[in-house]
């Protein structure tokens, strides 16, 4: 289930203090608001699927369960999740599209978080039979955001506008017990800040995507086949060269080398 899915849910489940008694969860940006600019360059063969984007009210709060109180219940800003798409520029390789920092309406929403999701197009044999995994990029605006980064990575600061570029490679993990193959963008161990894609921006009024995917440098990733074999993954590069590892992440470095 998709974040905004799951948040739109649990939105309205728990019942909103400070505002009616149906709170009104549209955004009527002020004039004075400002925003950001969220723009994606997308190489051949991927797509941008629409953002999730989540905004929080100081105004209208909502019960959360509290295992500290005695009541078993605290307070906590309201959460009101969107899901906003890109808009094609023209014919062009760019989507793009503004989010007001200030969502207005009786609520005084801010915003709180920005994921912005890339992954290959599900038409090209490269994905056919294979559960697809984006390469997700989070963009915090407070200091609750997404807290564990939605697969994004450990979270790091930046201050102004973003220019990223990233540099992906295909990968297929095909675990053999459950007869299932699944396809990601990996670009790196995102638990390591280098290459982490979680950010807590201060300030940053555009924010400008630019991956490349390499979509002939494949690596696989394979489980045994049966329980006799050797616990581990045997990864296969884009070269042909073999490793059997216990991990379930290549060496990134090594992709490098090979793109």
């Given at each position: 289930?998709?974040?905004?899915?799951?948040?739109?849910?649990?939105?309205?489940?728990?019942?909103?203090s400070g505002?009616?008694s149906?709170?009104?969860y549209?955004?009527n940006?002020?004039?004075?608001?400002?925003?950001?600019?969220?723009?994606?360059?997308?190489?051949?063969?991927?797509?941008?699927?629409?953002?999730?984007?989540?905004?929080?009210?100081?105004?209208?709060?909502?019960?959360?369960?509290d295992?500290?109180?005695?009541?078993?219940?605290?307070m906590?800003?309201?959460?009101?999740?969107q899901?906003?798409?890109?808009?094609?520029?023209?014919?062009?390789?760019?989507?793009?599209?503004?989010?007001?920092?200030?969502?207005?309406?009786?609520?005084?929403?801010?915003?709180?978080?920005?994921?912005?999701?890339?992954?290959?197009?599900?038409?090209?044999?490269?994905?056919?039979?294979?559960?697809?995994?984006p390469?997700?990029?989070v963009?915090?605006?407070?200091?609750?955001?997404?807290g564990?980064?939605e697969?994004?990575?450990?979270?790091k600061?930046?201050?102004?506008?973003?220019?990223?570029?990233?540099?992906?490679?295909?990968?297929?993990?095909i675990?053999?017990?459950?007869n299932?193959?699944?396809?990601?963008?990996?670009?790196?161990d995102?638990?390591?800040?280098?290459?982490?894609?979680?950010?807590?921006?201060?300030?940053?009024?555009?924010?400008?995507?630019?991956?490349?995917?390499?979509?002939?440098?494949?690596?696989?990733?394979?489980?045994?086949k049966?329980?006799?074999?050797p616990?581990?993954?045997?990864?296969?590069y884009?070269?042909?060269?073999?490793?059997?590892e216990?991990?379930i992440?290549?060496?990134?470095?090594?992709?490098?080398?090979?793109?």
């Amino acid at each position: 289930m998709k974040l905004s899915n799951f948040l739109s849910l649990f939105a309205l489940i728990l019942p909103l203090s400070g505002c009616a008694s149906r709170p009104d969860y549209t955004l009527n940006p002020p004039a004075s608001s400002e925003w950001v600019t969220v723009t994606v360059k997308l190489p051949p063969q991927t797509e941008v699927t629409p953002m999730d984007v989540l905004y929080r009210s100081d105004k209208c709060q909502r019960e959360v369960y509290d295992e500290k109180t005695e009541s078993h219940v605290s307070m906590d800003r309201g959460k009101n999740p969107q899901v906003i798409s890109m808009i094609r520029q023209g014919g062009s390789d760019i989507w793009q599209n503004r989010i007001a920092l200030d969502g207005g309406g009786m609520c005084e929403w801010k915003l709180s978080a920005i994921r912005v999701d890339i992954q290959p197009v599900k038409n090209i044999p490269l994905t056919s039979g294979k559960n697809i995994i984006p390469a997700s990029y989070v963009f915090g605006f407070d200091d609750e955001a997404y807290g564990g980064g939605e697969g994004s990575g450990r979270k790091k600061e930046v201050h102004g506008d973003l220019h990223l570029k990233t540099e992906l490679f295909p990968m297929i993990f095909i675990n053999n017990l459950l007869n299932k193959q699944t396809l990601k963008l990996f670009g790196g161990d995102v638990e390591y800040k280098k290459w982490s894609r979680h950010y807590r921006s201060y300030g940053a009024k555009n924010i400008f995507i630019e991956p490349v995917v390499y979509m002939n440098k494949v690596v696989v990733l394979e489980s045994p086949k049966s329980k006799s074999e050797p616990a581990g993954m045997t990864i296969t590069y884009p070269n042909g060269k073999i490793a059997h590892e216990r991990t379930i992440i290549p060496d990134y470095e090594k992709l490098l080398s090979m793109k």
